[in-house]
């Protein structure tokens, strides 16, 4: 079935960049996305990516995919105190349906 | 400018009790699906709807059941609550075959 795997911890200095990575298994993944969820909250769309891109950059953030190694990465320049919270990567595939997959997140660490 | 809106958002059961997560959405949106969330876990997803009337288990099901009646409502039903499902669950919408997911705001749940 579809599984999509993150590291579960990341710890950086602020101004540093942060690199969160996330690999999935369903080659027919059409969206592949990061969220971020602070404390309490629910989870925010950071930004997304087609499976036909290779990068996409939006200000301090860079998605890059890897097609075919089936690798996803989120890079976050200039680390702030304010991005601490856990990255959820996700994909949507369409087998079954265009269910929606989540990893199991990576809580970021921002160390003043 | 309501979104995704999901009641309660704290509730205590015991165990055996049965309850309704309620979730509507605004906007339209075809596909609808609840997952929940537990530490280390990430978000896995229990059931989902690709539209009125037609309704699909995810990857943990047991336990819960959805109706989809309409295209705002998608209510999550507890038939007899149990200490595992202690958990916090999240509404999401989507159109379908688009590339963001809307979230609720949570609903905190805890079996007893």
């Known amino acids: 079935g579809e599984d999509v795997e993150q590291s579960l911890f990341l710890s950086v200095r602020e101004g540093d960049s942060s690199v969160i990575n996330c690999t999935y298994t369903d080659s027919s993944s059409t969206y592949l996305y990061w969220y971020k969820q602070e404390p309490g909250a629910g989870l925010q769309l950071l930004t997304y990516i087609f499976s036909n891109m290779d990068m996409k950059q939006d200000q301090r953030l860079t998605v890059l995919l890897n097609k075919k190694d089936k690798h996803l990465s989120l890079r976050i320049a200039d680390t702030q105190t304010g991005d601490s919270a856990i990255y959820f990567c996700a994909e949507t595939a369409t087998t079954g349906g265009f269910k929606t997959i989540f990893g199991a997140g990576t809580r970021l660490f921002v160390k003043a | 400018n309501a979104g995704v809106t999901q009641t309660p958002k704290f509730q205590v059961l015991k165990t055996g009790q049965s309850m309704t997560l309620q979730c509507a959405q605004d906007?339209?949106?075809?596909?609808m699906s609840w997952y929940r969330q537990d530490p280390g876990m990430g978000l896995r997803l229990i059931h989902y709807?690709?539209?009125?009337?037609?309704?699909d288990q995810g990857e943990v099901p047991n336990g819960y059941n959805v109706s989809r009646s309409t295209t705002e409502d998608f209510p999550l039903r507890l038939l007899s609550a149990a200490p595992s499902q202690t958990s916090v669950y999240f509404c999401a919408s989507s159109p379908y075959q688009g590339n963001t997911i809307y979230f609720g705001e949570g609903s905190w749940l805890t079996v007893v």
């Open positions: 709807s690709v539209g009125a009337g037609i309704t």
């Open positions: 906007m339209n949106h075809e596909y």
